[in-house]
Nanobody, 115 residues
Framework: QVQPVESGGGLVQTGGSLRLSCAAS????????VGWYRQIPGKQREFVAL???????TYADSVKDRFTVSRDNDKQIVNLQMNSLKPEDTGVYFC?????????WGQGTQVTVSS
């Protein structure tokens, strides 16, 4: 099996934007609900957003109206557009199925938002 590969993280200032991508051949298909999760220092991994097979997004309250999730089933990529970033968004971001499978956790991509 192939684990997802997350990319697009980096260091931005408060109010900035980043676009994360998740490439997962064989995992991202039209029938799978794919989610973004994040690991904030000192906290448990938490749900950020998910996208259904037909492209409907659902968001955690903390990111609603700032983040947008999208997918390209043909390219097997799921993206997370993050705008109006806040220092509390700092963490490692992962993609996985919903609910997540332990064997599908990848390395994640680090997002750091400076104040």
């Amino acid at each position: 099996q192939v684990q997802p590969v997350e990319s697009g993280g980096g260091l931005v200032q408060t109010g900035g934007s980043l676009r994360l991508s998740c490439a997962a051949s064989g995992i991202i298909s039209r029938i799978n609900v794919v989610g973004w999760y994040r690991q904030i220092p000192g906290k448990q991994r938490e749900f950020v957003a998910l996208i259904s097979g037909d492209g409907f997004g659902t968001y955690a309250d903390s990111v609603k109206d700032r983040f947008t999730v999208s997918r390209d089933n043909d390219k097997q990529i799921v993206n997370l557009q993050m705008n109006s970033l806040k220092p509390e968004d700092t963490g490692v971001y992962f993609c996985n199925l919903v609910p997540p499978l332990e064997e599908y956790w990848g390395q994640g991509t680090q997002v750091t938002v400076s104040s």
